[in-house]
């Protein structure tokens, strides 16, 4: 009786090991939903411009894959970086850290850091210091995106020939009619004012701008932004397309969903590649 216990609990705890192997936190697909390996995103990644990596911002997964493509993107190409969570006002306190010349606390005092940047962001910046690499702030300072979600693009026309220079030029291409601009729109049901897309236009206008502005040719620019800034291949990627239609642009995405095993029509077509991360997984904030 003692044996077929034991038997039978060491047939359980194989079970369980087993299905805790096969319990992966995310899985790689591809925009139509067929499971990819890294190293083939990888390898495909490397054959463009520019990539476009949208996190939800809270995402432990997002943050650790956007450090390891970008580490093992290294391995082959020269890089150029750049990030929505820096504002363009605050390059020059980038700069600063970047050539060792700032302090973390110098940089948390005058760039306005989010709150999860000790944690997400700068082990991203720090593998910029580490391997002298062109880290842009490409965002428009909030500021300026305030005044315009109040009052339009012509609230713009108030700042300074100085100011100026941190926003994409004016006035930027605006389609109103654009999917992720109607959607904030539906989603907002009557609660907001049709200047809420125009804000978002002049973030992603003046994202845009600035990957242009520090892009290498020859070299692969790795941005991060949330999602919705380049999901659909809308935002981000429609405006570097008015201006650059030469440039070889790439995207990724991160979905939530409960079963991560196949991926949900919904969830198709969003980006090049979709991580696919089980709705359990904790956040950071």
């Known amino acids: 009786m003692k044996k077929i216990f034991l038997f039978v609990f060491v047939l359980i705890k194989i079970f369980f090991e087993v ?14 939903g067929k499971k990819v390996s890294y190293k083939k995103m990888i390898k495909t990644l490397l054959r463009n411009d520019i990539v476009l990596i949208g996190e939800f911002h809270n995402n432990p997964i997002s943050h650790w894959m956007e450090l390891e493509i970008t580490k093992d993107c290294k391995q082959y190409r020269s890089l150029v970086l750049g990030a929505e969570m820096f504002e363009q006002d605050n390059q020059q306190a ?6 060792g010349k700032l302090s973390v606390e110098g940089l948390d005092s005058a760039a306005r850091l989010w709150q999860n940047y000790p944690t997400d962001y700068a082990p ?3 593998f910029a210091k580490e391997n002298n690499i062109v880290f842009a702030a490409t965002n428009i300072p909030r500021r300026y995106a305030a005044i315009v979600s109040k009052g339009g693009f012509v609230a713009l026309d108030t700042l300074s020939p100085k100011e100026k ?13 654009l999917p992720g601009y109607k959607n904030m729109m539906t989603m907002m049901a009557g609660h907001g004012s049709d200047n809420m897309p125009k804000a978002q236009a002049i973030k ?5 701008y600035f990957i242009e502005k520090y892009f290498v040719p020859g070299s692969l ?3 991060y932004n949330g999602s919705y800034h380049s999901d659909n291949y809308d935002g981000i990627v429609w405006h570097l397309q008015q201006h650059r239609p030469e440039l070889k642009i790439i995207t990724i995405t991160t979905v939530s969903q409960k079963n991560i095993q196949h991926l949900l029509k919904e969830n198709t077509k969003k ?8 709705a359990d997984m904790t956040t950071t904030y």
């Open 221 to 223: 620019f790795i941005h």
């Open 165 to 177: 220079l941190w926003i994409a030029p004016l006035p930027i291409n605006y389609d109103a009619e």
């Open 19 to 32: 299905a805790a192997q096969n319990k992966p936190a995310y899985i790689l697909y591809t925009a139509y």
């Open 204 to 208: 992603d206008a003046t994202m845009a």
């Open 94 to 99: 980038l700069n600063l850290y970047l050539q």
């Open 124 to 126: 991203l910046v720090d």
């Open 271 to 278: 980006a090049d590649f979709i991580i696919c991360v089980d």
